[in-house]
């Protein structure tokens, strides 16, 4: 059974910094890319950062691109997600997301491409 368990979201001030944290069992972890998706209230989820089998291959999506920073563990079977000068536009669910990946690592920002998703951790920015 495969398991995806988010963790470390909270309540934080505008220009602060969270570290979110996704555990992953139950598959061969460095097979997959891995990425991280958020829900605003009343929006649709939304591609944030996703990373390539290796870890060699990051990508953010342009809102979040410069402050924050996507990283895996195979050995440990983490993907961290380190979100720095948080806006208050970064408010949501934040989702941990798996894939099998070849190895070109395609529609990486498609979540309909995603097999696997944790529960989401809250994170919410104050201004």
């Known amino acids: 059974q495969v398991q995806l368990v988010e963790s470390g979201g909270g309540l934080v001030q505008a220009g602060g910094s969270l570290r979110l944290s996704c555990v992953a069992s139950g598959l061969a972890f460095s097979n997959y890319g891995m990425a991280w998706f958020r829900q605003a209230p009343g929006k649709e989820r939304e591609f944030v950062s996703a990373i390539s089998w290796s870890g060699d291959n990051a990508y953010y999506a342009d809102s979040v691109n410069g402050r924050f920073t996507i990283s895996r563990d195979n050995a440990k079977n983490t993907v961290d997600l380190q979100m720095n000068s948080l806006k208050s536009e970064d408010t949501g669910v934040y989702f941990c997301?798996?894939?099998?990946?070849?190895?070109?690592?395609?529609?990486?920002?498609?979540?309909?491409?995603?097999?696997?998703w944790g529960q989401g951790t809250q994170v919410t920015v104050s201004s």
């Open positions: 997301a798996a894939v099998l990946m070849g190895y070109y690592f395609v529609n990486y920002y498609d979540q309909r491409k995603y097999t696997y």
